[in-house]
């Protein structure tokens, strides 16, 4: 028999729109001789629909668009994501439609409640094995976390199952894939039985699935990798005992995954609700700079708008290199001087700011400016605001509220500024984008003579190695000073990552690239007394 596996990039609530993904897919599959297509987790709703999944009525169109695709598996078996409501309570389903109707259900097992994922909130656990038979094979049928644990594969296995089919929403993070990898040769390990893994693709908010579905024979080898980060459909062959090898998709590098990330999660974003463009505020420094280029690279330099705000304190490079790139890039740029704003903002506060030296309220008053004059564009022409505040900047607050953290979509929000420098030199190596200058340069947010980012912070890679042991490791401070990095550097961060949670609440939503982001499972009370090891 022929297996096809179609990797889709799903809507989530879009119905009619996922129904015509899978019709589509079950066509091309049919053409390519397959008797059975293998869809992702949740495909008919997209993954995940969070409190959708509280409502009564979703269900109900859930079940209705299934019923209109059953119509379509007539001389193909269509395995199918969907929730479904029994009796009052809800599961994480796949329905098996064969000859015209649905032929059976599984129900997830295995709910995750930890990191992006909250399905104890809505489902409840199944367990009971499921298979099915096409052209006399006995197929299983296990859902994305069940091949986590040990069970349900050799539950599947002890049902006469001679192959597992596994439907999933896995989000991406830098080297997921070698831990699918691992994780799926424990099951195929633990049940014998040779595994289809087929996974989600596209951005979901700040979630990002990167696909790279593939198949793993009995002896743990990788016989067919689908490429990552696009739509694919893919039939590999399977003689109800070994599948033959299908082909293989090159790898891709650390920069060059997290890099397609971002694109893939900018373009769902923005085009998924339907803004017709971006803009963002170009500063002649590296975090605007490669926002600009992947924004480009997402969307079309059509729809890519970059505006220049100097002040008295912008450099001339800055203009220079911000003129070269967007020239470089063919986007429609604009230069907005701010010196008459920001003098009119002072004399209107003089009255109140008497005896008072000037500080940070003044370089705040630029940012803000600037941030004003960019949601105004958004108004006026519809596009959405990338705003380009990395990581390392979120997590000390070295950010302005309604200033540069202005706007509806973050896309460097998990990329530490170490990565930033490297995810730059990557893309030049594509084609010429970023000018060198900008790489180069030492960074400065340029909101008062002669400064840089040091002045403020220990070096990145102090800061950033600090942020991911306190943030995504856990570590306590005294550890991390045991690590090597001084009590003084580990003391400043840590509070500052603790001080600065209100401003994180209210930043924009960005592609989520590590195992911890500031996001969905980042979930710090604002107001806390607590200091670890009360450093």
Known sequence: MKIAIAQLNCVVGDLPGNLQKIRVAAKAAKEKGATVLLTPELSLTGYPPEDLLLREDFYTASEAALQELAGDADDIALIVGLPRLVDG?????????QEGKVAGWYYKWRLPNYDVFDEERYFEPGGEPFVFEVDGVKLGVNICEDVWFEGSAARAAQAGAKALLVLNASPYHMDKQAVRYNVVRARV????????????VGGQDELVFDGA?????????????????????????????????GPLADPLSLEASVYKALCLGVHDYVTKNGFPGVLLGLSGGIDSALTLAIAVDALGADKVHAVMMPSAYTASMSIEDSREMVNTLGVRYSEIPIGGAFDAFKAALAPEFIGRAEDTTEENLQARIRGTLLMALSNKFGSIVLTTANKSETAVGYSTLYGDMAGGFCVLKDIFKTLVYRLARYRNSVSPAIPERIIVRPPSAELRPDQTDQDSLPPYEVLDAIVEAFMEDDKSPMEIVSMGYTPQDVRRVTRLVKHNEYKRRQAPIGVRITERGFGKDWRYPITSKYLPDSF
């Open 213 to 245: 579905s593939f198949v793993m024979n009995s002896v743990q080898q990788i016989i067919c990798q689908l490429p990552a980060f696009e739509e694919a459909l893919e039939v590999i062959e399977f003689d109800g005992r070994k599948f033959v090898a």
């Open 189 to 200: 390990e633990e049940s014998r039985l040779p595994v289809v893994f087929a996974n989600l």
């Open 89 to 97: 309570k809800r599961y994480n389903a796949a329905a098996v439609l």
